[in-house]
């Protein structure tokens, strides 16, 4: 008889939704290079939809195993770029929604998609950095690579208290800027200043203000979580030549804003999308992470829990109630 493993596994039939912890066997597992013993997933907001009902259609078939994020070691291979006893991490690709993912002790997937994990992290904390962790260095990234150093002002980061927000508010605080976080949960002050954040705005001053083409400047640049109208105002406020990493749309999907902060300030959107990102650059960003990110806050910001609390989790991160990163135990 096969050995078996215990997966989260969904399934859909008309208007029925379940999600069950199930034994399965390898003859399960989907088609790929690699077999992977996982040790540890992580709880993305984009997990939060899938679990609790497929919100927005993100799941097409089904049975289904979720989990966008996984690492651990590798089992079997066949392909030349990874052995057995290899550490490997895993976002992206839409694994977890087109693809079985990593809410399962096992997974088996395509070898480009794999990521051997870096020198100085261990598969846990490789999965409290996560996609959330992996977009906020994007976003460091990409905002550097248009200009911005500790010397030009002020980083507004948005939705500070989330996944992507935290870990951007404590990368942004290593590397030496001057950090602000915008949250709804004022009590979560505390917990932001301990990240880096110099100081804490309220959300409804960028999300309720009056909408002006162009106000004040004062951001050189911006790691976006929440979209919408926030971003609108964001753009507004915005110095000369200054950068926005927009990375969520928790504020909704629609931009009201003119052209002004464009032609006149010179301000630039930087579009981050962590899913699709090329082998190669996926390396160095996690390479990044591993020495620019201070591990003592990332475990600050960690919480651990059991794969059977997954559907109970889901439901709180979609309400917008979870604070830093959560971490799945897929053995415990």
Same mark, same amino acid.
């Given at each position: ?15 029925? =939704?379940?999600? !069950? ?9 989907? !088609? ?15 997990? *939060? ?13 089904? /049975? ?5 994020? =996984?690492?651990?070691?590798? !089992? ?7 052995? /057995? ?15 079985? &993912? &990593? ?16 020198? &100085? ?12 962790? =992996? ?72 999300? !309720? ?84 990110? /201070? ?28 604070? *830093? ?8």
């Amino acid at each position: 008889m096969s050995e078996t493993f215990t997966a989260l596994v969904l399934d859909q039939s008309d208007d029925n =939704f379940s999600a !069950e912890l199930c034994a399965l066997t390898d003859a399960d597992l989907p !088609e790929g290079d690699v077999t992977v013993a996982v040790e540890y997933s992580t709880l993305n907001y984009k997990d *939060g939809m899938i679990v609790k009902g497929n919100i927005g259609r993100l799941v097409r078939n089904f /049975p289904h195993v979720p989990g966008i994020d =996984f690492a651990g070691t590798v !089992e079997h291979s066949d392909s030349d770029a990874f052995k /057995p006893g290899d550490k490997v991490v895993l976002t992206g690709w839409r694994v977890g929604e087109m693809y079985w &993912g &990593g809410l399962s002790q096992k997974a088996r997937v395509k070898a480009d998609w794999l990521v051997p994990l870096p020198d &100085g992290l261990s598969p846990s904390q490789a999965m409290a950095v996560g996609t959330a962790g =992996f977009t906020s260095m994007l976003c460091v990234d990409a905002l550097e690579a248009h200009g911005l150093t500790p010397d030009s002002g002020e980083v507004l980061v948005t939705g500070g208290a989330g996944g992507v927000g935290s870990v951007a508010i404590a990368i942004h605080a290593n590397l030496g800027y001057t950090v602000v976080a915008s949250t709804g949960r004022r009590s979560e002050g505390e917990y932001l200043r301990s990240l880096g954040a110099s100081e804490i705005i309220d959300r409804a001053d960028l999300a !309720e203000a009056e909408a002006r083409p162009l106000e004040r400047e004062r951001w050189a640049g911006c790691v976006d979580t929440v979209g919408g109208k926030t971003l609108s105002t964001v753009l507004a406020q915005m110095k000369y030549g200054g950068s926005v990493a927009a990375c969520g749309l928790a504020g909704g999907n629609t931009l009201e804003t003119t052209v002004l902060p464009f032609l006149l300030r010179g301000v630039n959107i930087l579009g981050i999308d962590s899913v699709m990102q090329p082998a190669e650059n996926r390396a160095r960003i996690w390479r990044r992470i591993a020495t620019e990110l /201070p591990l003592d806050k990332l475990d600050a910001m960690t919480t651990v829990a059991p794969l059977a609390d997954v559907t109970e989790l889901a439901g709180t991160i979609l309400k917008g109630q979870v604070r *830093g990163r959560t971490v799945i135990d897929v053995n415990a």
